[in-house]
């Protein structure tokens, strides 16, 4: 019985199939913006977030704040790190070490092609493995630095790739930095972090040598003992850092960050993107609704003899009811479907355009099987609470009432 039910709800369709497919326009519409915008953000949450990946609980950044200029973090502020902070910051409770991170930006010459590169320094001694190890840094050809080299770089793995420069940079390879001649003794292995790809390893006394020693730092690298205590430790930092830099709280001119604390806030304001792109997406899945409301009531009316056929010949209420229910959910179903198909075709192929126009696999398009089983039943339940009422309709309607207003 249900299964004829469903066949005349087809064929009802089929009839109408211009009108039903003007129908479904608004739910695959809303549909297809849930699918798509959804999915870009959750991709570019997901390739954002990814890129703190390499940093672990147990590490805090320190960075000045305020006028930033062009280059790389913590360069360019009015009032910038001063070298005899860390020594400091290391006398902190709970902090295991403090680290003076260099930053210079370049041009970086290989193959008769440039590029800009930030270097970063690489401290000696057990501050090497230190940050060796906060970064998680490998070589996938040749080898890391070592105390002692001279004029040597370690380069992130996108200038070993073919498009940088025309050809990969290897080790052994000879490459200008802001003119000045250096010996890549290694590649790093990939790290899906955009920074850390693109990033330039010298020794800090190269550096230093090489781009001037003017008493500041861009970051200074804490990593603390216990990752459990992070949160005082921060505090204590802060104290410290007002305290040295005569600030008031609430007017710092700095910032110590974590990267707990970095990907909560960014989390935060995604949330607050995709609950605006969701409340749009509702009001378009709800327009849809009212079009499915206004296409069944009519179709109640224009049916009005077929209903009073049905029912003089014995089919019940709810038989009328259950036919008029199931096309009004198929109009929300089919809608859905298509809807679901062409917000992937926008997610992956917008996501596509986007890395191809920058050149970046920083967007990405992430849909899963839990949003597309959500869109495809939110879009059924929509179709099916707008069909209610002219299922109600024309399940009440009187066999001889009917017949006789059918002129």
Same mark, same amino acid.
């Given at each position: 019985?249900?299964?004829?039910?469903?066949?005349?709800?087809? #064929?009802?369709?089929?009839?109408?199939?211009?009108?039903?497919?003007?129908?479904?326009?608004?739910?695959?519409?809303?549909?297809?913006? *849930? +699918?798509?915008?959804?999915?870009?953000?959750?991709?570019?949450?997901?390739?954002?977030?990814?890129?703190?990946?390499?940093?672990?609980?147990?590490?805090?950044? *320190?960075?000045?704040?305020?006028?930033?200029?062009?280059?790389?973090?913590?360069? @360019?502020?009015?009032?910038?790190?001063?070298?005899?902070?860390?020594?400091?910051?290391?006398?902190?409770?709970?902090?295991?070490?403090?680290?003076?991170?260099?930053?210079?930006?370049?041009?970086?010459?290989?193959?008769?092609?440039?590029?800009?590169?930030?270097?970063?320094?690489?401290?000696?001694?057990?501050?090497?493995?230190?940050?060796?190890?906060?970064?998680? +840094?490998?070589?996938?050809?040749?080898?890391?630095?070592?105390?002692?080299?001279?004029? !040597?770089? *370690?380069?992130?793995?996108?200038?070993?790739?073919?498009?940088?420069?025309?050809?990969?940079?290897?080790?052994?390879?000879?490459?200008?930095?802001?003119?000045?001649?250096?010996?890549?003794?290694?590649?790093?292995?990939? !790290?899906?972090?955009?920074?850390?790809?693109?990033? +330039?390893?010298?020794?800090?006394?190269?550096?230093?040598?090489?781009?001037?020693?003017?008493?500041?730092?861009?970051?200074?690298?804490?990593?603390?003992? #216990?990752?459990?205590?992070?949160?005082?430790?921060?505090? #204590?930092?802060?104290?410290?850092?007002?305290?040295?830099? #005569? *600030? !008031?709280?609430?007017?710092?001119?700095?910032?110590?960050?974590?990267?707990?604390?970095?990907?909560?806030?960014?989390?935060?304001?995604?949330?607050?993107?995709?609950?605006?792109?969701?409340?749009?997406?509702?009001?378009?899945?709800?327009?849809?609704?009212?079009?499915?409301?206004?296409?069944?009531?009519?179709?109640?009316?224009?049916?009005?003899?077929?209903?009073?056929?049905?029912?003089?010949?014995?089919?019940?209420?709810?038989?009328?009811?259950?036919?008029?229910?199931?096309?009004?959910?198929?109009?929300?179903?089919?809608?859905?479907?298509?809807?679901?198909?062409?917000?992937?075709?926008?997610?992956?192929?917008?996501?596509?355009?986007?890395?191809?126009?920058?050149?970046?696999?920083?967007?990405?398009?992430? +849909?899963?099987?839990?949003?597309?089983?959500?869109?495809?039943?939110?879009?059924?339940?929509? @179709?099916?609470?707008?069909?209610?009422?002219?299922?109600?309709?024309?399940?009440?309607?009187?066999?001889?009432?009917?017949?006789?207003?059918?002129?």
């Amino acid at each position: 019985m249900l299964f004829d039910q469903f066949r005349l709800a087809v #064929d009802g369709l089929k009839r109408r199939r211009l009108r039903s497919w003007l129908t479904m326009l608004g739910i695959f519409i809303g549909i297809a913006a *849930v +699918v798509s915008l959804i999915g870009l953000g959750e991709g570019l949450r997901n390739a954002i977030t990814s890129q703190f990946d390499f940093l672990s609980a147990d590490i805090l950044s *320190v960075e000045a704040q305020g006028l930033a200029l062009a280059g790389p973090p913590g360069t @360019g502020t009015a009032t910038p790190l001063t070298d005899d902070l860390a020594a400091k910051i290391e006398k902190v409770s709970g902090v295991e070490a403090a680290i003076n991170r260099y930053m210079e930006s370049g041009t970086l010459e290989f193959n008769d092609r440039q590029q800009i590169g930030i270097a970063i320094s690489m401290p000696d001694g057990d501050h090497r493995r230190i940050i060796e190890t906060m970064l998680n +840094v490998e070589a996938e050809d040749g080898r890391l630095l070592k105390d002692g080299d001279k004029r !040597k770089l *370690v380069l992130g793995s996108r200038f070993g790739q073919d498009e940088m420069f025309g050809k990969g940079v290897k080790a052994g390879d000879r490459v200008l930095l802001s003119g000045i001649s250096y010996e890549v003794v290694g590649i790093m292995k990939r !790290k899906g972090n955009f920074f850390m790809d693109a990033a +330039v390893l010298a020794n800090e006394n190269v550096m230093l040598d090489d781009f001037g020693d003017d008493g500041t730092v861009a970051i200074i690298g804490v990593k603390v003992k #216990d990752p459990s205590e992070a949160g005082r430790i921060k505090e #204590d930092i802060e104290k410290l850092l007002r305290k040295e830099r #005569d *600030v !008031k709280e609430g007017e710092e001119d700095f910032s110590v960050s974590s990267p707990e604390a970095t990907l909560a806030q960014l989390n935060s304001t995604l949330f607050a993107v995709q609950l605006f792109v969701y409340i749009i997406a509702i009001i378009s899945l709800l327009v849809g609704g009212i079009g499915i409301m206004n296409t069944m009531y009519t179709a109640v009316i224009e049916r009005t003899k077929e209903i009073g056929v049905m029912k003089s010949i014995g089919a019940k209420n709810s038989s009328v009811f259950t036919l008029f229910f199931i096309e009004s959910g198929l109009l929300g179903a089919v809608g859905g479907l298509i809807g679901i198909a062409l917000g992937l075709i926008f997610a992956y192929g917008l996501a596509a355009l986007g890395r191809a126009a920058l050149g970046v696999g920083l967007i990405q398009a992430k +849909v899963s099987l839990g949003l597309i089983i959500g869109a495809l039943l939110f879009s059924f339940v929509i @179709g099916t609470i707008a069909g209610v009422l002219p299922a109600l309709q024309a399940s009440k309607l009187q066999p001889v009432e009917a017949l006789r207003s059918v002129k």
